[in-house]
């Protein structure tokens, strides 16, 4: 599932920017 792994790269984006 490549979307999934995207959604999870996506997500771990995101976190960073709030850090």
Do not use: S, T
Request: charged content about 25%.
């Amino acid at each position: 599932m490549a979307q999934q792994k995207a959604f999870k790269d996506l997500l771990k984006q995101l976190l960073n920017n709030l850090d």
